[in-house]
């Protein structure tokens, strides 16, 4: 009788460093796809940011030109002043995407050693399924 539940214990660790296996191919694409979100994200901010670039430009351009109408005398200061305040507007959106951006790609080196922690959690659980086989 105590072989018979040695032996089933045996069986029932295998079975259960089996299923280890399995969670941890399953973890495995996990992080993959949490990695490729990210750098989906990465793209994403990137664009913002050139939009966001592109915006400042054009406020910049036009605080200068309205600096100079206002310095003939051909626009009021008030003009001046909300130009000033889109361009400082544009400046605040620029500086916000460059941050989602570095935020982004430190989101990838994240995914990626979440990928890395997963394939050595894969490794670890086919080695405890090849000690319960030997132990069997």
Do not use: C, F
């Amino acid at each position: 009788p105590e072989l018979i539940e040695d032996h089933a214990q045996k069986l029932a660790l295998i079975e259960q460093a089996e299923a280890n296996v399995k969670q941890a191919e399953a973890a495995i694409e996990v992080a993959q796809a949490e990695s490729t979100s990210a750098q989906a994200m990465i793209a994403e901010s990137e664009a913002a940011a050139d939009r966001d670039q592109a915006a400042y430009n054009r406020w910049k351009s036009e605080a200068a030109r309205v600096a100079e109408l206002v310095k003939s005398g051909s626009l009021s200061q008030k003009v001046s002043d909300e130009t000033l305040s889109q361009l400082h507007g544009a400046d605040a959106d620029r500086r916000q995407s460059a941050a989602k951006v570095r935020s982004a790609t430190a989101a990838v080196q994240e995914s990626k050693a979440h990928v890395d922690r997963a394939k050595a959690d894969y490794v670890a659980a086919v080695a405890r399924l090849k000690v319960a086989k030997a132990d069997a």
